[in-house]
């Protein structure tokens, strides 16, 4: 299919028609609405809706242009703070990392041996439980007994202080017996 480019070559006269609408003939309503040349108006009102449409196409071009740069330059307003913003916080966080890079070093050594020291004592503290443990096993019987000694003892003191009497003998046989 190929297209062409015609010129526009108007009608012949046919009998005027009445349009219901308007209340004026249709060739009339043509004539005044649509000119094929801008320069056939008189006046603004006699002006083809061509040209006139062309005009306030022309106008909201340049509406629509100056909104889409304004719009741009926005966009590259809004882009350029964001690229600022990213740069000067990217900045402070290196010269933060300088900063803080030496303590760091020495804060997370401290802290590693801290835990290192730390799990060495919960294996001693361990270790002590585990003979504190032992050592009332075998040591509560042995304090049972000595209790019981104890108070062998304190019957025979108590047998001594009922009757003192003090013998001294160099020999080994007993005087009362």
């Known amino acids: ?4 480019i015609v010129p526009w070559v108007p009608p012949a006269r046919q009998p005027p028609r009445r349009s219901s609408a308007t209340g004026m003939h249709f060739a009339e309503w043509m ?8 320069q056939d108006a008189d006046d603004d009102e006699e002006r083809p809706l061509v040209s ?3 005009e306030r196409m022309n106008k909201s071009y340049w509406s629509s242009l100056f909104i889409v740069g304004m719009l741009s330059l926005l966009a590259l307003l809004v882009f350029g703070i964001f690229a600022i913003l990213y740069y000067r916080v990217d900045s402070a966080l290196v010269s933060a990392e300088n900063a803080i890079a030496p303590h760091a070093a020495t804060i997370l050594n401290r802290t590693l041996n801290m835990l290192e ?3 060495e004592s919960m294996k001693h503290v361990h270790t002590v439980l585990e003979h504190g ?3 009332s096993e075998v040591g509560a019987p042995q304090i049972a007994q000595s209790l019981n000694h104890t108070e062998h003892m304190l ?3 108590e047998k001594l202080l009922a ?3 003090l013998q001294i ?7 009362g017996g």
């Open 31 to 38: 004539r005044r609405n649509t000119h094929a040349n801008p």
């Open 117 to 119: 020291s730390s799990e």
């Open 155 to 157: 019957a025979r003191l």
């Open 169 to 175: 003998s160099l020999e080994d046989t007993p005087v």
């Open 52 to 54: 006139k449409r062309k």
């Open 133 to 135: 443990e032992m050592l």
């Open 163 to 165: 009757h003192p009497t």
């Open 1 to 4: 299919m190929q297209l062409a």
